[in-house]
């Protein structure tokens, strides 16, 4: 017999006559990627978002670029793949957001939640989602001229595409590493990687969620 | 247990990374480092040269469908340097990147010390964005790494 499939044009079937959209779709348990293989990606990234660059502000805004079309599809792909039919609608809240985003989508790509979420006490609209030890900088040690530059921001890129494609428009997302003076010198020490992703909606946002409230409350 | 300097030269020669973990020994200039690792590296390639070239493996039809080994078992030059004071153990990668580490003669688990640095060396070092290979090493986090490790045990 030859190579050649005896088939018609249209979907292929594999020999156990099961294509992809016969599978189920939650994979999610076993489906770790190497940590390495994402180091030498994310180094290659970085590569590539530093080309044509002059100062780390561009450099942190391309790095977010990278992270959004993520953050669009993982948005969508979570809420297919949640096991409870109730969970799978999109939120239309800020919180139940917020939450989606410090816990699902952080335990899916990182495999833990959020350590912490806090809403800004002089700013409203503004949210604060601190990462004790981001995955993206495990590896990463800063030459002294890109000192104030933080590769979380790519991780920023990825909450700014979630929140934008719930309808949840923001004035972007940024990661800021936490400073000595904020958290003393011993918290540094132990977690020197902190970062806290400043999300800050849009106006709009919150009058809609104010409405919202009302009507709810 | 003392450790007392790691050295790490790239497979041109170069020094790319030298640190003292031990206060007290007498001081060489950056420039004595520069020529200890030029002269190590050219002792090595010659004893490399001296020491018998290994066995070619005999190609049976049994092995013959394994895919050649990138990386050819090549003689190794200098592997230990002892004296009354002190121990060099050099490792090279298969990639020619050498490790030196110094340390008492009498150290034990010499070997384990240089897989776990040649393991904070792929991590930090390796997977770090901003380091150009065949550069000197200048990672914050490699540094705090082998701090750690060689404070936990020494």
Redesign the interface.
């Known amino acids: 017999m030859s190579g050649t499939p005896n088939q018609g044009p249209g979907l292929r079937y594999p020999s156990n006559k099961k294509s992809i959209y016969d599978r189920n779709l939650n994979r999610t348990k076993n489906a770790e990627l190497s940590r390495a293989a994402f180091a030498y990606l994310f180094i290659e990234m970085i590569a590539y978002a530093q080309r044509g660059v002059s100062n780390v502000g561009d450099l942190e805004q391309k790095l977010n670029t990278q992270g959004y079309p993520i953050g669009l599809r993982l948005l969508d792909l979570l809420l297919s793949r949640s096991s409870n039919p109730l969970a799978s609608i999109r939120p239309t809240r800020i919180l139940p957001l917020l939450q989606f985003i410090a816990q699902t989508l952080y335990r899916h790509l990182f495999g833990r939640p959020a350590d912490a979420l806090e809403k800004s006490s002089t700013e409203p609209g503004q949210y604060m989602l601190f990462d004790n030890e981001p995955m993206v900088s495990q590896y990463v040690s800063l030459p002294r001229e890109l000192s104030s530059l933080n590769c979380a921001a790519f991780v920023a890129g990825v909450i700014e595409g979630v929140c934008d494609g719930a309808g949840f428009p923001t004035e972007g997302v940024t990661a800021h590493s936490v400073g000595e003076q904020e958290q003393g010198k011993d918290a540094k020490a132990m977690w020197p990687d902190k970062t806290v992703f400043l999300i800050k909606f849009k106006p709009e946002v919150l009058e809609r969620e104010e409405i919202l409230g009302r009507g709810g409350g | 247990m003392v450790v007392f300097a790691l050295m790490i030269i790239s497979k041109s020669g170069g020094l790319i990374y030298n640190r003292e973990f031990h206060t007290g020994l007498s001081k060489l200039t950056s420039n004595d480092y520069l020529i200890l690792a030029g002269s190590f590296h050219g002792m090595h390639a010659i004893t490399s040269q001296l020491s018998p070239a290994p066995r070619i493996p005999y190609i049976t039809p049994q092995n013959n469908m394994l895919a050649p080994s990138p990386f050819p078992n090549r003689p190794t030059g200098i592997e230990v340097m002892e004296s009354s004071h002190f121990r060099l153990q050099c490792f090279q990668t298969q990639t020619g990147t050498k490790f030196l580490l110094v340390t008492e003669p009498q150290q034990p688990n010499v070997d384990t010390m240089m897989k776990k640095v040649y393991e904070l060396y792929a991590?930090?070092v390796m997977?770090?964005?901003?380091?150009t290979v065949e550069m000197p090493i200048?990672?914050?986090?490699?540094d705090?790494g082998l701090d750690g490790f060689i404070k936990v045990r020494g």
């Open positions: 991590d930090y997977k770090n964005p901003f380091y200048r990672c914050e986090k490699f705090r």
